[in-house]
């Protein structure tokens, strides 16, 4: 799987500059990245000011981001082997880049200005923070299931959505690393998620049924960003296990859940929903609609 290393210029950039005003820094590293990824870094004063603030960190955090420099091809052609024995041909629909995040992401897909192209961006520095060790690999698998669900399933502002693209590539990367540890699975961001979430499980279920079909965002984020604001007593992210959950209690196939598309998915989710309220034999306030799965 091919890549672009954005990573190692702006180290080289941050060294060279190391001593200069900051304003001139910052330019640096604009003008180096960019010319390479236009829009990589958003125009405006609070990008200028996290450029800094990276430059000022980058001697102490220059090990970690250096030994994922290192490590990352063979991280991700080793990722990728094992992606392509359960879903054959895989080849990246995006383009991949590696660079410093700002501490801004681990990974994902963005559209950036101009042109609104939509890339894969691996982060080295939030990587150092979180993948330093044998999570790198399952991480990478999970960000590898995205693009290959994004295929079939179109991202939508509902909350079960995003739940269920979560989830999906929770259970995708469970299915592809046997015995994965939660860490691997990305379950103990910023704190173990799975335990947590088990004390408070009908209040989990009960908050998905109410919000199953909200699109303003804001139970999207208590369910599923770090300080989202969680329903008391629910963990930051406990939506990933929810959504992985769910797609167990689907007990069909990752490969045939990631080639649902929203109009069949929605229905598999639902019922998966309602049976996971049925055995925690839970009474909710809303009442969720009942569609059978195919």
Same mark, same amino acid.
């Given at each position: 799987?091919?890549?672009?290393?954005?990573?190692?210029?702006?180290? !080289?950039?941050?060294?060279?500059?190391?001593?200069?005003?900051?304003?001139?820094?910052?330019?640096?590293?604009? /003008?180096?990245?960019?010319?390479?990824?236009?829009? %990589?870094?958003?125009?405006?004063?609070?990008? *200028?000011?996290?450029?800094?603030?990276?430059?000022?960190?980058?001697?102490?955090?220059?090990?970690?981001?250096?030994?994922?420099?290192?490590?990352?091809?063979?991280?991700? @052609?080793?990722?990728?082997?094992?992606?392509?024995?359960?879903?054959?041909?895989?080849? @990246?629909?995006?383009? %991949?880049?590696?660079? #410093?995040?700002?501490?801004?992401?681990?990974?994902? /897909? *963005?559209?950036?200005?101009?042109?609104?192209? #939509?890339? !894969?961006?691996?982060?080295?520095? !939030?990587?150092?923070?979180?993948? /330093?060790?044998? /999570?790198?690999?399952?991480?990478? %698998?999970?960000?590898?299931? #995205?693009?290959?669900?994004?295929?079939?399933?179109?991202?939508?502002?509902?909350?079960?959505?995003?739940?269920?693209?979560?989830?999906?590539?929770?259970?995708?990367?469970?299915? !592809?690393?046997?015995?994965?540890? +939660?860490?691997?699975?990305?379950?103990?961001?910023?704190?173990?998620?799975?335990?947590?979430?088990?004390?408070?499980?009908?209040?989990?279920?009960?908050?998905?049924?109410? #919000?199953?079909?909200?699109?303003?965002?804001?139970?999207?984020?208590?369910?599923?960003?770090?300080?989202?604001?969680?329903? +008391?007593?629910?963990? +930051?992210?406990?939506?990933?296990?929810?959504?992985?959950?769910?797609?167990?209690?689907?007990?069909?196939?990752?490969?045939?859940?990631?080639?649902?598309?929203?109009?069949?998915?929605?229905?598999?989710?639902?019922?998966?929903?309602?049976?996971?309220?049925?055995?925690?034999?839970?009474?909710?306030?809303?009442?969720?609609?009942?569609?059978?799965?195919?």
């Amino acid at each position: 799987m091919r890549y672009v290393d954005l990573a190692t210029p702006f180290e !080289m950039a941050a060294i060279e500059t190391a001593g200069r005003p900051g304003s001139v820094r910052v330019a640096t590293i604009r /003008s180096r990245i960019e010319a390479v990824l236009p829009g %990589i870094y958003p125009a405006g004063p609070a990008t *200028d000011k996290r450029i800094a603030i990276a430059l000022q960190g980058f001697p102490g955090d220059r090990p970690g981001y250096d030994r994922v420099i290192s490590v990352f091809p063979a991280a991700l @052609s080793d990722a990728t082997k094992r992606f392509r024995a359960l879903f054959q041909g895989f080849v @990246s629909p995006l383009p %991949i880049y590696l660079y #410093h995040s700002l501490g801004q992401r681990d990974g994902g /897909s *963005d559209y950036l200005e101009p042109g609104h192209r #939509h890339v !894969m961006l691996f982060g080295a520095d !939030m990587i150092a923070k979180y993948h /330093s060790d044998d /999570s790198l690999e399952p991480f990478m %698998i999970h960000e590898l299931f #995205h693009l290959e669900h994004a295929r079939h399933f179109a991202d939508c502002e509902a909350l079960w959505c995003t739940l269920w693209q979560e989830g999906l590539a929770v259970d995708a990367t469970a299915t !592809m690393v046997p015995q994965a540890t +939660d860490h691997q699975l990305l379950l103990d961001i910023p704190g173990p998620i799975r335990a947590a979430t088990e004390r408070r499980w009908s209040d989990a279920l009960c908050f998905v049924a109410a #919000h199953f079909d909200d699109v303003d965002g804001a139970a999207t984020a208590a369910a599923l960003q770090m300080g989202g604001n969680p329903p +008391d007593g629910l963990p +930051d992210r406990f939506g990933y296990y929810v959504g992985v959950r769910l797609a167990q209690a689907t007990a069909l196939p990752i490969t045939q859940l990631a080639r649902l598309d929203n109009e069949a998915a929605q229905p598999v989710v639902r019922a998966a929903l309602a049976r996971l309220i049925k055995d925690a034999r839970v009474t909710c306030a809303t009442r969720l609609d009942i569609q059978a799965a195919p």
